[in-house]
């Protein structure tokens, strides 16, 4: 075990761990153009580049770590790289994937430096960098035609070698941890594992990982069909970090799914909900305060040992949240599974 990742778990003892909140909520803000998002690096690029946040790692880099320094300056121990799309099966819908080592190296870089820092100034409170290694636009265990059930838009070892080539980037980029999250298809987060355990079985290295699933709607399962419990089980051949839910929904309807695996695993528990469900506009209502006082149940039950926020979420949402959780002690880990 090399020493960040001994601090990490060391750190996952002694308190709750912050992870950061929305990177696209921050990035609206900004309401960039098109012009914006191509700089002069792409300034001629054949295809129309506005919307993919994850260029901006490369077309405006200190946007990208003002976001990152402002939720560690809310609390967050840990933020996440922008590179939730960053894989070349995601960035196929605008003919960037030769780009995709780039993206990702690049992302990893801006908050590594961010991150180290603010570790520089407050040597106590070590801050570290998740690698965001998103579900992508397509699925490996559900057809995209309702009239073609046996069809598959992708394969698992397609997903394999783009969850691949993503993961070796962030690890060079300097990424702490490798966080395979919003989860809707467990075979594509299989794939994102198994392409992990191959780059740490050829670099001789044992990256911690976090695994964060989406439970799409009231019916409590994912997308694909799993429950909490079944998604938890599918996981649980590849030895993770924290396993934990994010997205879809908001902190009080995570509850449930929250107490189903937190009694079913000895790794950390982690949870990043929305802020609350999304209006008939498709934005985010809740407050910081609202979503702070529903993760309290969280921690009056012992449920997590890192919480953050998903969609909608801002800095505000991250020091609301933080500033309750100092108050409470993680969910009971079990040392000698967790310190190996």
């Excluded at 960040?4 to 778990?9: M, N, Q, V």
């Excluded at 003892?13 to 700089?39: H, K, V």
């Excluded at 603010?118 to 960098?129: A, D, I, M, Q, Y």
């Excluded at 953050?308 to 979420?313: D, E, I, L, Q, S």
Aim: hydrophobic content about 40%.
């Amino acid at each position: 075990m090399d020493n960040k990742t001994a601090t990490i778990k060391k750190a996952l003892q002694d308190r709750i761990l912050i992870l950061d909140g929305a990177m696209g909520t921050m990035l609206q803000r900004y309401n960039f153009s098109e012009e914006d998002f191509r700089s002069k690096r792409f300034k001629n690029f054949h295809k129309p580049l506005k919307g993919n946040n994850d260029l901006l790692s490369i077309t405006q880099p200190k946007v990208i770590a003002d976001v990152h320094a402002t939720y560690f300056e809310a609390g967050a121990d840990i933020v996440e790289t922008n590179t939730f799309s960053s894989t070349s099966i995601a960035m196929a819908d605008y003919e960037l994937e030769d780009y995709v080592y780039e993206l990702n190296f690049e992302s990893a870089n801006i908050a590594r430096k961010v991150a180290d820092s603010f570790t520089e100034n407050e040597p106590l409170k070590p801050r570290f960098v998740a690698g965001a290694m998103g579900p992508t636009n397509k699925t490996a265990s559900m057809s995209p035609d309702v009239n073609d059930p046996g069809f598959r838009a992708v394969s698992f070892d397609q997903l394999r070698l783009a969850y691949k080539k993503q993961a070796e980037a962030l690890i060079d980029g300097g990424v702490d941890l490798l966080l395979v999250e919003t989860i809707f298809d467990t075979l594509n987060a299989k794939a994102a594992l198994f392409a992990i355990e191959e780059v740490k079985e050829a670099r001789n290295i044992d990256i911690p990982i976090m695994v964060s699933g989406t439970i799409t709607d009231a019916s409590g399962r994912t997308l694909s069909g799993q429950t909490a419990e079944a998604f938890l089980i599918s996981i649980s051949h590849i030895p993770v970090l924290s396993v934990g839910f994010n997205c879809a929904l908001g902190a009080k309807q995570l509850t449930p799914h929250l107490e189903v695996i937190s009694q079913k695993t000895d790794a950390a528990i982690s949870a990043h909900p929305n802020a609350g469900l999304p209006n008939a506009f498709g934005e985010y209502d809740e407050s910081p305060e609202q979503m702070a006082e529903q993760i309290r149940e969280y921690l009056d039950k012992k449920l997590i040992n890192i919480i953050g926020g998903c969609c909608g979420t801002t800095p505000e949402h991250i020091k609301a949240i933080a500033d309750v959780a100092k108050n409470y002690t993680p969910r009971l880990l079990n040392l000698s599974t967790l310190l190996v």
